[in-house]
């Protein structure tokens, strides 16, 4: 082979390589979507969510992020008097689900990995 079919085989074969790996490493992480749905009584105030960025949620709203690295989300919740902390993302519980569904009704909050069936995991509390 002269230089530049050599030069021209190792580009290509650095682009072979990297396409594997990054496919690899997308495939193994499986990371959800997250929501988190405002069920709170209609017409009651926005809830403030803190997930990593702050953002109003009013009743009836589903929010929805892609996790994008497979760590621990800690969330945060305010509504008139009440807060609460959970964690919106738990890789060793949630790592591999299509998605992960949090409920916010005003008697907790649920989780779900399939928008069905729903675990309280979280209470609201008051000082
Ligand atoms: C979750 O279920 C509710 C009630 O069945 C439905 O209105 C909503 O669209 C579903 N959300 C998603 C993201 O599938």
């Given at each position: 082979m002269t230089n530049r079919g050599v030069s021209l085989f190792l580009v290509l074969a650095c682009i072979f390589v990297s396409?594997?790996?990054?496919?690899k490493e997308k495939g193994n992480h499986h990371l959800p979507a997250v929501h988190v749905i405002n069920a709170l009584p209609k017409n009651s105030e926005p809830m403030s969510l803190q997930c990593?960025?702050?953002?109003?949620?009013n009743a009836g709203e589903d929010y929805q992020w892609t996790v994008e690295e497979n760590k621990l989300v800690y969330c945060e919740a305010f509504w008139g008097r009440s807060f609460a902390s959970w964690h919106g993302f738990q890789p060793r519980r949630d790592v591999g689900r299509g998605a992960v569904y949090w409920l916010v009704k005003d008697t907790g909050f649920f989780l779900s990995w399939d928008n069905s069936s729903w675990v309280r995991k979280q209470l609201?509390?008051?000082e």
């Open positions: 396409t594997i790996a990054s496919a990593g960025g702050e953002k109003m949620l609201w509390e008051t």
